[in-house]
């Protein structure tokens, strides 16, 4: 009901990092394309087994160092009903190997079809009678711009499923501060609001240090509103996206966390995935260069973070 199975695995770990798993056949080495053509042709079945393959090898290369993989839908959706079906062989495949997974789908709708959202990412579908997991992830990225009835639904869902949801507060996106930035007649952004909502929507769902089930997205693009929300949400864990391919570095998501160091998961994508291709090394080794870029970006940021707990 809150991520205290994420701060739980973010402590074990000691790295308050995500693997990102938005996988692109451009990204994929040519033996796994290669094997896959071969079995299935130029075909969606073969690109969704090219990804698969690919993701397991990174999940076998950073699960014991990294705590969370977080897959996109579209990168999966791109590849239609096969692509799908990769994403939930790659959520329990994660799971299977201990990491938490934070399917980002950026849901958002009217209340009854966020509880079809909710059951099919986090929940369980009742499927003539039998409730059975369906894509089975253990937090799922959302839209709170439809309101609290959007979020009740999943509210319900993460309590009963002990599962989390990160709210979109401040994107890391160039355009994200055309709407968010906007002051309100309160005087307050709209980001800020929606943070106000996270916290009174996460009260319900308590953890045991001091964080809810309900997360918020904060840009690592944006450190200042990064420092800032995190005084004002002090209830709220942030994932961080925008660390390494869109320029955020260990400076700018050092405000994300708190005294003791929580608080915060940065998200990398591109930097882990592709670190083959930056690191030109043979592409046999591609998982563990993902592993080689996992290990330097937790040593950057714990380093940053060990300074700023030791500067009070
Ligand atoms: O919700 C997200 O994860 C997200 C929110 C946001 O504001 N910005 C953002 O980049 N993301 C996602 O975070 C990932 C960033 O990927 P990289 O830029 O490759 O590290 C992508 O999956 C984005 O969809």
Redesign the pocket.
Same mark, same amino acid.
């Given at each position: 009901m809150s991520f205290d199975r994420m701060i739980e695995k973010i402590v074990e770990t000691q790295n308050p990092t995500v693997a990102?798993l938005?996988p692109k056949l451009a990204y994929i080495p040519s033996y796994i394309l290669d094997g896959a053509v071969a079995k299935y042709g130029k075909t969606l079945e073969a690109a969704a087994a090219a990804l698969l393959e690919y993701n397991k090898g990174l999940i076998d290369a950073l699960c014991d160092i990294v705590p969370a993989v977080?897959p996109?839908a579209a990168y999966y959706e791109m590849y239609g009903w096969q692509g799908v079906r990769t994403l939930a062989e790659t959520v329990a495949y994660a799971r299977a190997k201990g990491m938490f997974v934070i399917t980002?789908g950026?849901r958002n709708d009217i209340g009854t079809t966020m509880e079809a959202y909710a059951t099919a990412h986090l929940g369980k579908t009742d499927v003539f009678g039998e409730k059975t997991e369906a894509f089975g992830a253990d937090a799922l *990225?959302v839209n709170g711009y439809l309101g609290t009835d959007g979020i009740k639904p999943l509210l319900g869902v993460c309590e009963a499923e002990d599962k989390g949801i990160?709210v979109?507060v401040k *994107?890391? $996106?160039p355009s994200s501060g055309e709407l968010q930035d906007q002051k309100m007649e309160s005087g307050k952004t709209v980001y800020e609001t929606m943070g106000e909502f996270c916290e009174h929507w996460g009260e319900t769902i308590m953890g045991k240090y001091g964080y809810s089930g309900v997360g918020a997205?904060v840009?690592a693009t944006y450190p200042a509103q990064l420092g800032e929300m995190r005084e004002k949400a002090p209830h709220t864990f942030f994932?961080v996206?925008?660390?390494?391919?869109?320029g955020g570095g260990a400076d700018d998501v050092a405000p994300a966390f708190d005294k003791n160091g929580l608080g915060a998961i940065i $998200?990398?994508?591109?930097?882990i995935m592709c670190a083959w291709q930056k690191e030109k090394c043979d592409e046999h080794d591609y998982a563990q260069a993902a592993r080689r870029e996992a290990i330097r970006m937790r040593d950057e940021i714990c380093a940053r973070i060990g300074e700023i707990r030791a500067n009070g």
């Open positions: 990102g938005d977080k996109q980002d950026k *990225t990160f979109l *994107t890391s $996106n997205v840009g994932l996206p925008g660390y390494g391919a869109q $998200n990398s994508s591109r930097g």
